[in-house]
């Protein structure tokens, strides 16, 4: 928690924030240690970026003098991120990798092999995509929410919406064994894929390709998913 | 596991390899669903890779008919990792995740923000540390254990390693707040020094620069250092 990320109901006037809810107040006390003067980074969801003073802490809320907010938050990466739904523990790490990382579109898709029952998970209920969304904000300083959606079909997503988004983005497909290596460094609006653990199947590949994709690789060796999208993140921007 | 990796120990002869330990017999019945007769990647330990087909496979025991194992493991990356040991948890992951990128050196370092009872985790045992690395080389196709070292003193290995390390390798210091961003692409061989949560205190990162290092940044975010590890590694390489 490099920044106390305050939702508008913390923030009480102008110059005064209570957080209140238990995993950060703990988190307060007993990872920071925090004391009554320390000053620490605060942040607006959805806005600026600042300092404050802690005014008191107990069991049960901190409050906090705020100073400014007006900084502006770290520049979001400009992508679309499109990723066939990891299971559910993997999921709730790569969420708080790529908010961490900058990314503020993220699809989460199904695909021939991502298991019918990852889809049923609790970490897909919205309140727990929010909590792991929050803590990579939090890690890195962000105020921003990503935009995640889900899309429960292959076929209706390649159909209905990837036209629309490959119109104004550049469409990589990660894929072991295709043919152009990962580019590095580019700056334009990018929509990237990534499959699942064992992959696209090659009638995916196909459809993505056809869509308009580029297929990239990151060599010949195989990544859980959680590192490939990592590394194909600090690749590309 | 995208490897069947054999220790010298389960090759009975050229053609004949047999697995007996719990885990990979275990992930092989329920995670792969393997049967009598499917072609498998196989690797030897320190060795080649190639093709394999189960002969048969019981509660206790896999048997394969190795073909060939003339492959060579995919290449290494040219770097030296020296990074301060992560709690525990982070280790593990960490380690797994920077065998299979193919990290090959890798130096676990104090430093003044590492807590001290980290160095008393069992996950420090030379057997879980193998267990970790050969995860990362299941996952990535690789048969070579990356070399792992303990330096329990910061100013020890500044003073008494550090020059050897720096002479044949272009020292790297990631750092937030260091003036160069991370290059990309390069190919020289590298030390890359990436510190604890928290960060190598002012002294670490003068005595560093000092010894030659250069420091990069990774941009304004602050990042786990599991993802700023993977994410360093492939701006690098």
Redesign the interface.
Known sequence: M?LILLSPDDIEHDHLARVRDPRRVTHLREVHRARVGDAMTLGVAGGGIGRGELLSLDADEARFAIDTLDQAP??ALPVHLVLALPRPRMLARTL??VT???VKQLTLLHTRRVEKSYWQSPELSPAKIQAHLTLGLE????TVLPDVTLARGFRPFVEDHLPELLAARRGLLAHPGMPISCP??IDAPTLLLVGPEGGFIEWEVERLLAAGCEGIH???????VE?AV??????LF
């Open positions: 490099n770290p520049p708080e990798h961490a990382l900058g890690q890195a300083r962000d590095r460094g990151l060599g010949p060796r195989i990544l859980r590192t990592t590394a194909l993140l600090a690749r």
